[in-house]
Nanobody
Framework: QVQLVESGGGLVQPGESLRLSCVASGSIFSIHTMRWYRQAPGKQRDLVASITSTGSTDYADSVKERSFVFRDNSKLTVYLQMNNLQPEDTAVYSC???????????????????WGQGTLVTVSS
């Protein structure tokens, strides 16, 4: 019904930047809070950043000074700009969203928490 697809990951050197994107598709009535998580090898998944439908943001302390999360509601897309990347930022980055689906009449249907498949970011020299 609803999908999230991330892109923008890859291999970068320490100090470089990346912009991750996550686009939603499907029978969507509205999207509320969107989040970026990351999971490094052998570690738990951690919340990196979040943004509400009105643009309020929150960040993990580890990325706060060098990251920026923003969204384009007309494109159903959330972005994560990360600067000055370091090896400890290496992880699979996944997008998450609180979505209300749309029924066949165009009305709000049900709530879903949706996850993307993730995109790998590797920071290495």
């Amino acid at each position: 019904q609803v999908q999230l697809v991330e892109s923008g990951g890859g291999l970068v050197q320490p100090g470089e930047s990346l912009r991750l994107s996550c686009v939603a598709s499907g029978s969507i009535f509205s999207i509320h809070t969107m989040r970026w998580y990351r999971q490094a090898p052998g570690k738990q998944r951690d919340l990196v950043a979040s943004i509400t439908s009105t643009g309020s943001t929150d960040y993990a302390d580890s990325v706060k000074e060098r990251s920026f999360v923003f969204r384009d509601n007309s494109k159903l897309t959330v972005y994560l700009q990360m600067n000055n990347l370091q090896p400890e930022d290496t992880a699979v980055y996944s997008c998450n969203a609180d979505v209300y689906t749309m029924d066949l009449s165009g009305s709000r249907d049900r709530y879903l928490e949706v996850w993307g498949q993730g995109t790998l970011v590797t920071v290495s020299s």
